[in-house]
């Protein structure tokens, strides 16, 4: 019979923020985050950076994880690690000391696909949150990705539809930078699309068959838009930068929302759970709850901290596998790209 207090330790290092996390079953006593400054200046991650960062803060960022969450790490039950995807200099610290402190302990450890973790997120146990029934459909919107997921159990998803170019993330990044503003873009476009017309401009939606999506066609358009205008007026971006993001956000979202009724058509799941960093954008939340009215969904929006890299994510996939008892040994590997 198992322990009906599981205690995992969760470690997530897959591209810059060096986090970590303790559960009890299913509920967060500590989710702790320590971001990297240091690209700012870049203008984007640096990956030999990263790992090296990673390398400074993963002692004391678990420390702190362990201490707020008031557990002895002799009280664990299992360690939870990011195998991938990600960067993977990034990967490996994270890894490497999962490994280490398991065999130490002589505890489980487990491994955790990243884009698992941010569909399951919704998991956690979070007073004023629901938890999805399956079948549902998960929208998984980050830097590096934008699925659409048939979401059958824990570990019975598929695919049914994906960017065939850049993702999401990219798209609000690339239009920050073309624009001119500060890495990262993306939350500041949002900041500003807040005080802008979202009509002001049109940009052309990308034409892609079924639920695939494509977002290079719309960074090119919105280059060559702001070249144009910059012709004519040389202070266009400053005179105009809440109605540009707010058109440019708008187009981004009715692109996913085209995407997301078609899914919902062909499966007739009407449950819609969104997750990854893009799903903190206030205007791809405000329409989603715009659309369990208008469409009749049930719409699944996890609480802000959930929603950026961090360890809870990853302890609530860690848990449901010590359900299981699916355990990996030491010679399990860390990869930059993973098997959905």
């Known amino acids: 019979m198992l322990n009906p207090e599981v205690f995992i330790l969760a470690i997530e290092s897959s591209c810059d923020d060096t ?126 990705h934008t699925q659409i997921v048939k979401v059958n159990h824990f570990f019975n998803m598929e695919i049914i539809g994906e960017t065939t170019d850049d993702a999401v993330g990219e798209a609000f990044d690339k239009s920050a930078k073309i624009l001119g503003l500060p890495y990262p873009g993306g939350p500041l476009v949002d900041k500003y699309a807040q005080l802008g017309n979202p009509k002001a401009y049109a940009f052309t939606k990308p034409k892609v068959p079924g639920l695939d999506f494509s977002f290079s066609g719309l960074k090119t358009a919105i280059l060559y838009f702001i070249q144009k205008e910059k012709q004519k007026n040389p202070n266009f971006i400053d005179e105009n930068t809440n109605n540009i993001c707010a058109s440019i956000q708008h187009t981004i979202i009715q692109i996913l929302m085209d995407k997301l009724k078609l899914a919902v058509k062909e499966t007739g799941i009407t449950q819609i759970a969104i997750g990854g960093g893009v799903s903190a954008n206030s205007g791809i939340r405000n329409t989603l709850k715009e659309a369990e009215k208008k469409y009749g969904w049930k719409t699944f929006i996890p609480k802000f901290e959930y929603t950026t890299d961090n360890a809870a994510m990853i302890g609530i996939v860690g848990y449901q596998k010590f359900l299981s008892q699916h355990f990996e040994n030491a010679s399990v590997v860390s990869k930059a790209r993973i098997q959905f």
């Not at 399951?120 to 830097?143: N, Q, R, V, W």
Request: a neutral charge; one cysteine or more.
């Open 19 to 144: 986090a970590a996390a303790v559960l009890c079953n299913d509920k967060v006593l500590s989710n702790v985050v320590a971001n990297q400054l240091i690209h700012t200046q870049y203008g984007g991650v640096v990956p030999e950076l990263a790992s090296r960062a990673h390398q400074q803060n993963i002692v004391p960022v678990i420390d702190a994880a362990l201490k707020k969450a008031n557990i002895r790490k002799e009280q664990l039950s299992a360690i939870a690690f990011t195998q991938g995807p990600g960067l993977m200099g990034s990967l490996l610290v994270g890894s490497s000391f999962a490994k280490s402190m398991a065999l130490a302990l002589g505890i489980p450890l487990i491994a955790v696909n990243h884009m698992h973790a941010h569909i399951l997120a919704h998991f956690i146990d979070e007073e004023g949150y629901d938890k999805p029934e399956f079948p549902f459909l998960a929208l998984t919107i980050s830097g590096g």
